[in-house]
Structures are given as structure tokens and as C-alpha cells.
């Protein structure tokens, strides 16, 4: 069975400072993916990245990068000078190849960025 | 544009009534999801559909069905609405070269009086 823990509720900071969100992930699967989705206030689910278990290279995308380390089951996610559109729920979520395609999510963290 | 629509967008129903909810895709995906999000829980995965008349059930699928009659409509439908059924619901679609990313509708506010 597929398990994702965010652990941290709700992070607020203030604009211009680094924000990181913690992912653990748990599976028997040797191969399997990982993702972030972005929620903003309007409700829609944002894609923004997806990291499969054989690329452990960490990426770097404008203020947004990621973090990914097998040896501790982690997919931390990083924005770096927030800013208030930011101010979002960010889910991890992870699919394993014996659930093929099927998403599980953690429970979010939301991101408060007050100006 | 490919995308995928969910409606209606919101809905108010009465405990017992039948409800459907739909949703259509215009990437061509083979796969289809429904997802409910309620607070402290994310999204949990209600059915999900591979193919044109293959439909699954998913981790909190009772009182819920869907059925796949085409490729690009997988409609939920709720038999008997219930006050814990009161949700947001999210459709979702993969396929193509990228068969893992799931890309999701705008949600449906469903709330059951």
C-alpha cells in the first residue's frame, strides 16, 4: 500500500522569503512516480512537476525547485522568494507501477505569503 | 485547446435524490478519474476508468458509480446523495506519451441538504 505524508499543516511567511514543503512517501514498489500540484484560492488543481524513481536529479524551474532523495523517501519542494501568489495548497501525491496511474495524495500544505 | 469540464460547477441536492455529476475531456486521454476532496483528507480517488467499458473502484467508491460509454465523458453518479457525500469532486484525465500526469477539471462543489 502507497502512503504520502505532508507533515506540515500550514507554513505562513512573509513576501520574499524561502518556503520548503516536506513530502515522505512510502511504497514497496521499486518503480513509481511523484508529483506536486499546486491549489490556488479559485480551486483548480495545477500540475507542476512530476519526478520518476530512477532520476533522483534534482531540478531547479525559476523559483520553484524540488528535492528528491530515495534514501530518506522524501520529495521536498522548495519556492524560493515567495511571493503572494504563492499563497496556495500544494499537494504530493504518488503513483506506483502495481496501481498504475492511480494518484495518492497527501493532505496539503497551505501556504499563506502575506506581503 | 485540449481540456477537460466538469458540470455543473456547484449543486445544492436533497438527502435520497439521484445526482450525476459530469465530466468531458478533449485530450483523447484513455484514462479517467474521479477524486473527492474533503478537509485533513486530499483527494481520494472515488472510480477510475482505463478504457470504453472498463470502469474500477476506487478507495471510497460506495455510493458511487460511473460508467464509459465513449472515450470522452466518464459521468459519477451518486444513487442516493447522503450529507457525507457533501464534497468537492475533481475529474481527472491521463494518457498520450506522458500516461502518469494526471490533469484535473475545475471541480464540482456538490452539497447535500
Known amino acids: 500500500a502507497q502512503k504520502v505524508t505532508q507533515a506540515q499543516t500550514e507554513i505562513s511567511v512573509v513576501e520574499k522569503e524561502d518556503v520548503t514543503l516536506d513530502c515522505v512517501y512510502e511504497?514497496?514498489?521499486?518503480?513509481?512516480?511523484l508529483f506536486w500540484y499546486k491549489q490556488p484560492p479559485s480551486g483548480e488543481l495545477v500540475f507542476l512537476i512530476r519526478r520518476n524513481s530512477f532520476d533522483e536529479q534534482n531540478e531547479i524551474s525559476g523559483r520553484y525547485s524540488w528535492n528528491f532523495q530515495k534514501s530518506t523517501s522524501s520529495f521536498n519542494f522548495t519556492i524560493t522568494a515567495s511571493q503572494v501568489v504563492d499563497s496556495a495548497v500544494y499537494f504530493c501525491a504518488l503513483s506506483a507501477t502495481d496501481s498504475w496511474g492511480k494518484l495518492q495524495f497527501g493532505a496539503g500544505t497551505q501556504v499563506v505569503v502575506t506581503p | 485547446d485540449a481540456e477537460i469540464t466538469q458540470s455543473p460547477r456547484h449543486k445544492i441536492t436533497e438527502t435520497g435524490r439521484q445526482v450525476t455529476l459530469a465530466c468531458h475531456q478533449t485530450?483523447?486521454?484513455?484514462?479517467m478519474f474521479w477524486y473527492r476532496q474533503d478537509l485533513g483528507h486530499g483527494l481520494r480517488l472515488i472510480h477510475y476508468s482505463y478504457g470504453v467499458q472498463d470502469t474500477n473502484k476506487g478507495e471510497v467508491s460506495d455510493g458511487y458509480s460511473v460508467s464509459r460509454s465513449n472515450t470522452e465523458d466518464l459521468p459519477l453518479t451518486l444513487e442516493s446523495a447522503a450529507s457525507s457525500q457533501t464534497s468537492v469532486y475533481f475529474c481527472?484525465?491521463?494518457?498520450?506519451?506522458?500516461?502518469?500526469?494526471?490533469?484535473f477539471g475545475p471541480g464540482t462543489r456538490l452539497t447535500v441538504l
Open positions: 485530450w483523447n486521454h484513455n484514462n
Open positions: 511504497t514497496r514498489d521499486t518503480t513509481y512516480y
Open positions: 481527472a484525465s491521463s494518457g498520450g506519451s506522458d500516461g502518469y500526469t494526471q490533469y
